[in-house]
């Protein structure tokens, strides 16, 4: 809420609880530019480097296929629509192009299915120009619809000049831009999302294996997202893993080979997932305090949460969770139950991690007009003699 301007701080221990306590030991990782987030809470618990903008290579093709995700929503497109195969996309991202590719051919009819499978799974150029000629009409106008989705979606440090993440200045991404769209990916198409778990893709008779090195050295809990590789980039990954009903997204890039990019990776996912739990600080449709009201027939309203308050800490580290609540002053009667009337800051070591609104938790009548009066007089002593 804007303008807000009067606070309450207390610290919600009493929600609390932790089984075992550890310290993790600071992480370090050969990658120039990583992040970890947490799906749940949405916190970015690990960062170096993370934003700033790198060449991204394939892995910005995770934008490529959300504009094609997002058309199979909206209607405009079908996974049984054909699109055909310019001699553009096959010089720049057949075979003759020595780039990763789908193996398609000139003048070839591919359906859109086979395309997202050839974008996602081998990480085809060839694919990708194509879906990006037959939705926008050229490479260079689907970069600007790349550009203007980067924007909504609040990328702050994403541009793009093709499809495909081959090196070009203008193609930059950052490795928070990088989860966040992983993020949503998972969240708005998750009827596409098994596509990036599939290990090997078989088109125009020639199989191909997908890269991703999580799928193989985490085979129990990895489940996708994309790999990226050029000679500018160096080797990255955006890589995503669910254990416990507790998924992570992860992003490394700059690394100096596909061996310690597998191995990178598997190490930061192993940290995450053992050092950093997610706990749930305050219920939904629990009382969380109380807040003064005017002119209202009980002079306080309690207030709540519409959902759970869930943050990611690293286990033992619950001392330093505290919470406050801002509201404008004055709130006034009459209130219904699920009147928004402020907001919460959850803080660690006084640091921001969550805000959610709060919600009045019971009805407040309005008192008569001599009630109001009485209690502006009284308001009014009461600032004389401050």
Known sequence: MKNLNKSI??????????LSVHSASALETKAKNAILMDFETGQFFYEKNADVEMPPASMSKLMTAYLVFERLKNGSLSLDEKFTVSKNAWQ???FKSGSSTMALEPNQKVKVRDLLRGIIVVSGNDACIVAAENIAGSEENFAKLANQKAEELGLTHSKFANATGWPDPNQKMSAKDLAKLAYRIIMDFPEYYSIYSEQEFKYNNIVQQNRNPLLISMPDIADGMKTGHTSVS????VGSAKKDNRRLIMVVNGLQSMRERSEESQKIMNWGFRNFDNYTIIEAGKKITTIPVWFGEKKNVAVQTKENIVITLERG????ISAVIKYKKPVKAPLKIGTQVGAIQVMLDDKVQQ?????AAENIKKIGKLGQLKEVLKNFIIQIFK
């Not at 701080?9 to 932790?18: E, G, K, N, R, V």
């Not at 805000?355 to 919600?359: A, D, S, T």
């Open 234 to 237: 160096g080797f990255g990954l």
């Open 9 to 18: 701080i207390f610290t919600p221990l009493f929600c609390l609880s932790l």
């Open 317 to 320: 580290k619950q001392k330093g």
């Open 92 to 94: 720049k991202g057949g």
């Open 355 to 359: 805000e959610l609104p709060i919600y």
